[in-house]
């Protein structure tokens, strides 16, 4: 079954980055989707589904409009059990950052992140999926 990373923000110039940095360690390992919202994080993650491809890693923002990253994280861990999901922010103190972090649901990086720490908690990721 092919696999696919996600990666969501609403910063064009984050989402850039991510995706070169997720391209450049995971090469063609993976389908690579991003989003700039969560809605549009659900409708991909639907058509994956439709698709037979397996969501193997989730990325997102926690600061987006709409739909916040641990809102997003919620929803995709009703429509696909067990995805592995890392929560991005730039509020460290932020208390559902924290809860989301001590549940186990997301490990969470601050912004700015640290380019192989970023590769290595998405292959731990892969590791425990598999």
Known sequence: MPKAILCVDDEPSI???????????????????????GEE????????HRRNIQLAVL???EMMPAMKGHQLID????????????LLTGYAQNEIVKQIADSNLASCLS???????????V?????SRN
Do not use: Y
């Open 111 to 121: 912004k700015p992140w640290d380019a192989s720490e970023l590769v290595n908690l």
């Open 41 to 48: 994080a659900i409708e991909i993650i639907q058509d994956l």
């Open 15 to 37: 989402l850039s980055a991510l995706q070169q940095q997720i391209m450049h360690a995971f090469n063609e390992d993976f389908i690579l989707e991003v989003a700039e919202s």
């Open 75 to 86: 929803r995709v861990l009703s429509i696909a059990a067990g995805t592995p999901c890392i």
């Open 59 to 61: 990325i997102t923002d």
């Open 123 to 127: 292959r731990s990721c892969l590791t």
